[in-house]
């Protein structure tokens, strides 16, 4: 089996290589998306970001993750 990599810094057209290469039938996989997903929905995961970013990096009610409060943060 082969194995393509994108990789590349913000903007530099990873999400269309990946886009072009699915519709040329290979499987993808999107690693900042499985990211999000873990980041809202593992336990351990919110756990681990609540104790060192706080409480109100998550929304009430929804559970979302807040970027732009993480961003504040971290940045």
């Known amino acids: 089996m082969d194995l393509i990599i994108v990789t590349g810094g913000i903007g530099s057209g990873k999400s ?10 290979y499987s993808t996989y999107d690693c900042d998306t499985r990211a999000r997903q873990l980041m809202t929905r593992s336990p351990q995961l ?6 060192l970013l706080g409480d ?6 929804s559970g ?12």
């Open 16 to 25: 269309v290589v990946a886009r072009l290469l699915a519709t040329m039938g």
């Open 46 to 51: 919110r756990q681990q970001l609540t104790a």
């Open 56 to 61: 109100d990096i998550y929304a009430p009610g």
């Open 64 to 75: 979302e993750l807040l970027r732009s409060v993480v961003a504040q943060r971290i940045f």
